[in-house]
T-cell receptor
Framework: QKEVEQDPGPLSVPEGAIVSLNCTYS??????FMWYRQYSRKGPELLMY????GNKEDGRFTAQVDKSSKYISLFIRDSQPSDSATYLC????????????FGKGTLLTVNP | EADIYQTPRYLVIGTGKKITLECSQT?????MYWYQQDPGMELHLIHY???????EKGDLSSESTVSRIRTEHFPLTLESARPSHTSQYLC?????????????FGEGSRLTVL
């Protein structure tokens, strides 16, 4: 079983839709949970991070972590064509000095 | 904006050639990483460094080697390239002691070995 599972999609939605992206994981030692966004032919960039369980909101983006279910989510409200990218979840344990374990990434296309 | 640079962006070479992928960052970060990314697959850590003269192998076995002689520079070398080395290689850096674990990535070096 892979440590991090992420549905690769692709996911195609109309502009303005609410998007839900998810990852599950098996390693209960993971404490830091991140979402990176990767545009085509670019490197990933950090979008949001959460420490342990809970929710975090930043503008149109909300990250949720449910450690009891080993499940994390990223919600995008009022999606825009500029949100079209691959979204990668990433996780690490506290002591790993930020050696991240990534999901496969979900390719999202927002159609105008 | 992240200041981490990778060269070359694209490289097509023949089997058996020696190649070096360059990575430089101007942020003074102690931690640097090399990830390998194939289409539809996870990023896999192949090398990392926590400072000058410190290098470690990552979770994915790789025939490449790295060096860290200067803080800002973390090159990756393949002594004899093979078609199985065809992939995208991403360099990243991070700040020691950062709470978020944020990594700053370069734009990648896409290697094709014929």
């Amino acid at each position: 079983q892979k440590e991090v599972e992420q549905d690769p999609g692709p996911l195609s939605v109309p502009e303005g839709a609410i998007v839900s992206l998810n990852c599950t994981y098996s390693n209960s030692a993971f404490q830091y949970f991140m979402w990176y966004r990767q545009y085509s032919r670019k490197g990933p960039e950090l979008l949001m991070y959460t420490y342990s369980s809970g929710n975090k909101e930043d503008g149109r983006f909300t990250a949720q972590v449910d450690k009891s279910s080993k499940y994390i989510s990223l919600f995008i409200r009022d999606s825009q064509p500029s949100d079209s990218a691959t979204y990668l979840c990433a996780m690490s344990v506290i002591s790993s000095n930020y050696k991240l374990t990534f999901g496969k990434g979900t390719l999202l296309t927002v159609n105008p | 904006e992240a200041d981490i640079y990778q060269t070359p962006r694209y490289l097509v070479i023949g089997t058996g050639k020696k190649i070096t992928l360059e990575c430089s960052q101007t942020m003074g970060h102690d931690k640097m990483y090399w990830y390998q990314q194939d289409p539809g697959m996870e990023l896999h850590l192949i090398h990392y460094s926590y400072g000058v003269n410190s290098t470690e192998k990552g979770d994915l076995s790789s025939e490449s080697t790295v060096s860290r002689i200067r803080t800002e520079h973390f090159p990756l070398t393949l002594e004899s390239a093979r078609p199985s080395h065809t992939s995208q290689y991403l360099c990243a850096s991070g700040r020691q002691g950062a709470d978020t674990g944020e990594l700053f990535f370069g734009e990648g070096s896409r290697l094709t070995v014929l």
